[in-house]
């Protein structure tokens, strides 16, 4: 079995129809997450997952020289941004890509698949 990193991306414009989103809303997609997490470990591909907070609140540490340089904010100044995961054992790509359906459809948001390498 292979492990597979299932990322959940937002962007700026994802950011403002989720700043939309109503409580009932947000309860639906919790609601949804929670049942596909469940079916992730009772299939026995769960391995863990988190959701992240806002990358405003993300801080960057430089300690490849003399003295560690600490500054706030990511280190990408790219628009979009990991804003969960899920960390899965799947047989194969195509097992890990039905995941991906499956969680994307639950968070209402994309979702990438990346092998981890292998020991």
């Not at 790509?93 to 969680?103: K, N, P, R, S, T």
């Given at each position: 079995m292979t492990q597979y990193f299932l990322s959940v991306h937002h962007d700026e414009a994802g950011a403002a129809a989720m700043a939309e989103l109503t409580e009932a809303d947000m309860q639906r997609m919790f609601t949804q997450v929670g049942a596909f997490n469940t079916r992730l470990q009772a299939e026995g591909a769960w391995l863990f997952a988190g959701g992240l907070m806002p990358i405003e609140q993300s801080t960057c540490v430089d300690a490849?020289?003399?003295?560690?340089?600490?500054?706030?904010?990511?280190?990408?100044?790219?628009?979009?941004?990991?804003?969960?995961?899920?960390?899965?054992?799947?047989?194969?790509?195509?097992?890990?890509?039905?995941?991906?359906?499956?969680?994307?459809?639950?968070?209402?948001?994309?979702?990438e698949v990346r092998p981890f390498q292998s020991e």
């Open positions: 490849t020289g003399e003295r560690p340089i600490v500054t706030d904010g990511p280190f990408s100044e790219s628009k979009e941004y990991l804003g969960g995961f899920w960390i899965i054992e799947a047989a194969d790509l195509d097992a890990a890509l039905a995941w991906a359906a499956e969680g994307s459809r639950a968070c209402e948001g994309k979702v």
